[in-house]
T-cell receptor, first 115, second 112 residues
């Protein structure tokens, strides 16, 4: 068990709605990354926050946005939900520098279903 | 897009046997990491090997890295039923804004 927690565990939304997922980092970690994992696939990088600033983004549209707070917890917001957004959303925290990528500590994930 | 390609996609072995999983990647890397995932839950970090390292051990795990062939292998010795899980290799590319890029994973089943 890592010290990373995510809420909620499961979520069901309808197409067009908006959703906010939350992540609490492991103590002492300054970096949070978010990933989307579709069934049967590996996690896909959405974006990363380092010391409250976005520090890299994957191939996801602007309706995916995020925040990192001074206590290093984080939110992932998704607007205008589409059916293809149904996936497991994983948050991972780490102690990174802007130039070095260390091991990631993952939370248990939030399973989002869009109907 | 996924940088790492794991091989095989699925592996079934008997308890006590060794399991070897391979990963190939396309671009220059800073480091390569292996993760395990049980039943669609969070991933657990297993081992990290840097681009200037060739081999690393952690308990029953042995990882090798061949940067000239852009490939890595993960060996689990004396496998146990509890090793049943999905295994992912993930690479960190060189350069600015590097990120962790995962492969599609290998499903390992260890039969008691």
């Amino acid at each position: 068990e890592t010290g990373v927690t995510q809420s909620p565990t499961h979520l069901i939304k309808t197409r067009g709605q908006q959703v906010t997922l939350r992540c609490s980092s492991q103590s002492g970690h300054n970096t949070v990354s978010w990933y989307q994992q579709a069934l049967g696939q590996g996690p896909q990088f959405i974006f990363q926050y380092y010391r409250e600033e976005e520090n890299g983004r994957g191939n996801f549209p602007p309706r995916f946005s995020g925040l990192q707070f001074p206590n290093y917890s984080s939110e992932l917001n998704v607007n205008a939900l589409e059916l293809d957004d149904s996936a497991l959303y994983l948050c991972a925290s780490s102690v990174n520098s802007p130039y070095y990528y260390n091991e990631q500590f993952f939370g248990p994930g939030t399973r989002l279903t869009v109907l | 897009s996924q940088q790492g390609e794991e091989d095989p996609q699925a592996l079934s072995i008997q308890e006590g046997e060794n399991a070897t999983m391979n990963c190939s990647y396309k671009t220059s890397i800073n480091n390569l990491q292996w993760y395990r995932q049980n039943s669609g839950r969070g991933l657990v970090h297993l081992i990290l090997i840097r681009s200037n390292e060739r081999e690393k051990h952690s308990g029953r795990l042995r990882v090798t890295l061949d940067t000239s062939k852009k490939s890595s292998s993960l060996l689990i010795t004396a496998s146990r039923a509890a090793d049943t899980a999905s295994y992912f290799c993930a690479t960190v590319s060189t350069g600015a804004n590097s990120k962790l890029t995962f492969g599609k994973g290998i499903t390992l089943s260890v039969r008691p």
